[in-house]
C-alpha cells in the first residue's frame, strides 16, 4: 500500500458552491436551506430554527438540490474550511451560497474524506489561503486545490483501508458524543439546581413583599459614557462592561468614561436579561444597560440574588427593564425595617453554594475542551501518521546570533521598561517576528514561551562584573533586569540599522506594554507563536493549541481577547508567512 495527494477536485465527481439566497427569497415551507451554521466540524448541527425556499423559487433561481451523502464545506469562519456530511431528512434540501458541495467518485469513503478534511493537516493548507481582514473566508477554486492523502493499492485508491480508518474515528467520535452528552446534561442540572435553590429561598414565606423601588436607590437608570463594541481593547486602563455573558468584554484607556459613583452596583442587560454584581471601576460598553444602586439598607449581593431570581425570561428582542420593575420582591424585615444581617446571611449561604457549583461547571468546561482536544488528537494521529506528512520546518538560519546585537536590543528595552528575563525574551520575539528586527534568534516554544538559550548568554554576559550592561532589582519573583552602569556602552549605537528598528518597534507598542502585566505579554507572546507554528487563525484551534501548551493557565475570555487584538493589529498575516 502506498499513500497518494490528490487535489480535492480530483475526487470530486461534482464539486460546486451552493445557491444565492437572500432573505425575501426564503418560505415558511419547501426545500430545507442549509446554512453554514448547520456545518458543524466533522458533524452536522440540526438547528430548531428550519429554514426554506419554495419549490417555484428553487425553479425559478435554478437552485442545485443536495443530498444526504454530500458533503458540505463552509467557507466562512469558525472554522473556516470545516466539514460534515449531509444526514438524511424528509425534506428536500438546497444549501447556501458559503457552502460548497463535494459529491465524490465511488472509490472514496464519504466519511474517510469528511476526517480528512477536519483534520490539521488540511486546515493548515485552508489557512494559507484565506482572504479577507474582517471576516476570514476561501475560494472554491482554492478549496480544491487542497491535497489530500488517499491510500492506494494496485495503484488505485483502496477503500477498504478508507473504511477501516473511518470506522476507527466513527468509534472514537461516538464515544466522544457520548461523553460531551454526559457533561451536557450534568450542567443543565446544575443550572436547574441554582434556579431551584434561589426559588426556594427567596420564598420564605416569613419575608415581606416589596417592590423594585424599594431596593434600588433613586440615583439608579442614569446615563454612563459608552464606548462603542468596535472601540474595546484587549487591554487598557478600565475594564468594560455590556449585557454580554462575559463579566468584563474588554478594556479602554478612555478613564473619563468611567463610572465614579457608588459600588458595589447591579448591572442588568435591557435586552438580553444578563444580571452582574460589579465591584470595580468600569465604562460602559455598547448599549442596553441599566446601572442599579442599592439602596443603603439594602446589602448590594442580596439584590443581585433577589434579581437573578426574578428577572424576565427574555429570550426575545426587546427591552425588558420595564418588566423587572414591575416584579414584586421578598426582604427579611426586623422591626419594620429590612434586615441588613439577615440578608447578609443569606448571600453568605448563596455565595459557598454558587462557589460550588461554579467549580463543578468549570470543571465541565475542562472536560468539554479534553473531548474536543481528543477528537482533534484523534484526527492527528489517523492522518499525520499515516500519510507521513512532516511538516515542513523552517531551515535554521545560517546566521549564527551576535550577542552584541541582542545586548543593544535588550538595552533599549530596559531603557524604556524593566521587566524579567522571560518578559524581555518575549519583547525580543515580537521585536524580531513581527517588527522584523535583525536579532537571528531561533525561538522555541518552551515551557515559559517563546525562548532561546541566545536571551540566556546575552543577559548573563550584560550582567557580568567585566561588562556591567545590565543590573537586577529587587529579589524572587520581584526581580527585574535593569540598566547597568556600562549601559552606555551599547546604547551609544543609537543610530545602527538595528537600534532603529528596535527603538521603531518600542515607540509603536510601548503603549501597550506599559498598561500590560507580564501574564499579558506571556500570553500574546505564547498565542503568537502557536499562530506562527501551525499557520492557524482559528480562534477554536489556537485555544486548543494553548491548553495543551499551558493547560489552565488562561481563560477563554481574555485568550479571545487576545487572539483580537493579534488579528485587529495584522499580526496573524505576519505570523502565518
Not at 85 to 105: E, G, H, Q
Not at 226 to 238: E, L, N, R
Not at 560 to 566: G, K, L, P, V
Amino acid at each position: 500500500m502506498q499513500w497518494v495527494k490528490q487535489k480535492l477536485t480530483d475526487i470530486a465527481s461534482f464539486f460546486e458552491d451552493g445557491n444565492w439566497i437572500e432573505s425575501k427569497d426564503q418560505s415558511p415551507h419547501g426545500f430545507w436551506l442549509i446554512q453554514t451554521g448547520n456545518v458543524g466540524v466533522v458533524v452536522f448541527r440540526n438547528k430548531d430554527i428550519k429554514r426554506f425556499v419554495s419549490e417555484e423559487t428553487f425553479k425559478r433561481l435554478r437552485c442545485t438540490e443536495i443530498y444526504a451523502g454530500d458533503i458540505l464545506i463552509s467557507r466562512l469562519p469558525d472554522p473556516v474550511g470545516r466539514s460534515c456530511i449531509v444526514p438524511k431528512s424528509d425534506y428536500k434540501m438546497l444549501t447556501a451560497v458559503d457552502c460548497s458541495i463535494l459529491r465524490l467518485k465511488k472509490d472514496y469513503d464519504t466519511r474517510y474524506i469528511n476526517y480528512l478534511l477536519n483534520s490539521r493537516v488540511s486546515k493548515t493548507q485552508v489557512y494559507r489561503m484565506v482572504t479577507g481582514s474582517s471576516r476570514k473566508r476561501i475560494s472554491r477554486k482554492n478549496l480544491g486545490k487542497i491535497e489530500l492523502l488517499i491510500p492506494f493499492k494496485d495503484d488505485k485508491p483502496d477503500l477498504i483501508k478508507q473504511r477501516h480508518i473511518a470506522d476507527k474515528l466513527n468509534k472514537i467520535f461516538a464515544e466522544v458524543e457520548k461523553g460531551q452528552n454526559q457533561a451536557l446534561e450534568a450542567e443543565n442540572e446544575i443550572v436547574l439546581f441554582r434556579k431551584s435553590l434561589l426559588r426556594e429561598t427567596f420564598s420564605n414565606p416569613k419575608w415581606q413583599q416589596v417592590s423594585f423601588l424599594d431596593l434600588i436607590d433613586n440615583k439608579s437608570d442614569f446615563s454612563l459614557g459608552k464606548i462603542k463594541q468596535k472601540a474595546y481593547q484587549s487591554q487598557g486602563a478600565v475594564a468594560v462592561v455590556d449585557q454580554g455573558k462575559e463579566l468584563i468584554s474588554g478594556y479602554t484607556d478612555k478613564k473619563e468614561l468611567a463610572y465614579t459613583g457608588r459600588l458595589p452596583v447591579i448591572i442588568f442587560g435591557d435586552h438580553t436579561t444578563i444580571v452582574k454584581y460589579v465591584d470595580f471601576p468600569f465604562v460602559q460598553g455598547a448599549d442596553g444597560i441599566k446601572v442599579l444602586i442599592p439602596k443603603k439598607e439594602i446589602y448590594p449581593k442580596y439584590l443581585y440574588y433577589s434579581l437573578l431570581n426574578s428577572k424576565p425570561k427574555g429570550g426575545k428582542y426587546a427591552r425588558h427593564y420595564k418588566e423587572l420593575r414591575k416584579i414584586s420582591y421578598t426582604l427579611p424585615f426586623r422591626n419594620d425595617k429590612p434586615d441588613f444581617a439577615e440578608q447578609k446571611h443569606v448571600v453568605s449561604k448563596l455565595d459557598k453554594i454558587f462557589a460550588l457549583s461554579e467549580q463543578l461547571n468549570t470543571l465541565f468546561s475542562r472536560q468539554e475542551e479534553s473531548f474536543v482536544r481528543l477528537e482533534a488528537s484523534a484526527l492527528d494521529k489517523s492522518f499525520n501518521l499515516r500519510t507521513q506528512i512532516v511538516p515542513v520546518a523552517k531551515p535554521v538560519s545560517s546566521v549564527v546570533p551576535r550577542m552584541f546585537d541582542i545586548q543593544q536590543a535588550i538595552a533599549h528595552i530596559l531603557k524604556r521598561f524593566e521587566r524579567g528575563e522571560m518578559v524581555v525574551a518575549k519583547m525580543l520575539y515580537f521585536a524580531q517576528k513581527i517588527y522584523q528586527v535583525p536579532l537571528n534568534i531561533q525561538f522555541s516554544a518552551q515551557n515559559f514561551g517563546p525562548y532561546d538559550k541566545a536571551v540566556k548568554k546575552a543577559v548573563t554576559a550584560g550582567l557580568s562584573s567585566r561588562n556591567k550592561f545590565f543590573a537586577k532589582k529587587g529579589s524572587g519573583n520581584m526581580q527585574v533586569l535593569s540598566l547597568g552602569s556600562n549601559a552606555g556602552k551599547v546604547l551609544k549605537y543609537s543610530n545602527s540599522a538595528l537600534a532603529r528598528k528596535i527603538n521603531y518597534y518600542l515607540d509603536e507598542m510601548m503603549p501597550h506594554f506599559s498598561i500590560s502585566s507580564s501574564n499579558a505579554i506571556e500570553r500574546l507572546a505564547t498565542i503568537c507563536k502557536i499562530i506562527e507554528d501551525t499557520k492557524t487563525i482559528d480562534d477554536k484551534m489556537i485555544k486548543r493549541e494553548l491548553h495543551k501548551w499551558k493547560p489552565n493557565k488562561f481563560q477563554d475570555a481574555e485568550i479571545s481577547r487576545t487572539i483580537a487584538f493579534i488579528k485587529k493589529n495584522k499580526w496573524d498575516i505576519q505570523l502565518v508567512k
